[in-house]
């Protein structure tokens, strides 16, 4: 080590930047001592590594779901990683919590305008480039969400690999952990809308088609494949439209049947559904 950079000056810069032993001797060593440079060395190294490792899979992480005080609005962030072994650091869980609070906070409508949000005094986007230099892995914050209703209830799946937010259209604690049941009831059973209205067109053609096509395959005659196929689509709408499903925790009630049991007019007036991979 040189004579003017001692082994407290690279304890200190690990504290500030919580980049590695020998990294921190190597940034004090290249900025002659100056921990600004220092810093701003860890920063570029960070935006190296992100680009050398841009091709790689970053299948891992963890998904936060946080919800304002007045459960008003919600956010889900994802954080990607490389390994498991990463997405289980306490570093890592930690600084996906700042971000979903940073964005809780001031409430993006887009993922680039949180990249852009300021985190201790730099952008968030430059906040991830410094963990990936810390870290030596692709790290990307890869998904955003945010949900806005009467009363919002969370609910993370599984240590962090999903979350899901559930919209209600009314606002009483009494009804909290019916919501969250139901953000459950998404994690498990993953419906593609909340009623059958919500299923794009696009969706109703497709298991239309494919209803037609498996009754051709059973020999069914042709002037009967549409209204095969229609009965077909109602089976996909009461199994894939979260307010038709059989409720997990009840299998004897469906989804809105469970809400009415609490109050005649409870639905859900949307949801959020954010995965690992």
């Known amino acids: 080590m040189s004579a003017n950079i001692t082994a407290a000056d690279v304890k200190k810069l690990r504290e500030m930047t919580g980049a590695g032993m020998m990294d921190c001797k190597k940034a004090l060593a290249e900025a002659d001592g100056d921990f600004e440079k220092a810093i701003e060395f ?18 891992e992480g963890v998904v936060i779901a946080e919800v304002s005080s007045d459960k008003k609005k919600g956010v889900i962030v994802k954080l990607s990683c490389e390994t498991d072994f990463v997405a289980k650091g306490e570093d890592f869980v930690n600084f996906a919590k700042g971000a979903a609070e940073l964005a809780l906070a001031h409430f ?16 968030l986007s430059e906040r991830v480039n410094e963990l990936v230099g810390k870290i030596n892995e692709k790290i990307e914050l890869a998904a955003y969400e945010t949900l806005e209703a009467a009363q919002v209830c969370p609910y993370i799946h599984m240590g962090n690999k999903a979350a899901v937010l559930v919209g209600l ?18 994690a498990a059973m993953h419906p593609v809308a909340v009623d059958k209205d919500g299923v794009d067109q696009a ?73 690992l991979g």
């Open 42 to 59: 860890l920063r570029k190294k960070g935006q190296k590594v992100s680009a050398k490792r841009a091709d790689r899979e970053a299948n």
């Open 108 to 123: 993006p409508a887009t993922l680039d305008g949180l990249l852009r949000l300021d985190m201790n005094g730099l952008p």
């Open 169 to 186: 259209n009314k606002n009483n604690d009494d009804f909290y952990d019916a919501g969250r049941d139901v953000a459950m009831q998404v």
């Open 203 to 275: 969706t109703i053609e497709k298991e239309i088609e494919i209803g037609k096509e498996q009754a051709r395959q059973e020999g069914k005659p042709e002037q009967i494949l549409e209204k095969i196929a229609q009965g077909k689509l109602q089976k996909f709408f009461k199994d894939s439209t979260l307010l038709n499903q059989q409720f997990v925790k009840d299998n004897k009630q469906t989804v809105r049947e469970y809400l009415h049991s609490f109050d005649k007019e409870l639905t859900v007036t949307d949801f959020k559904h954010v995965t």
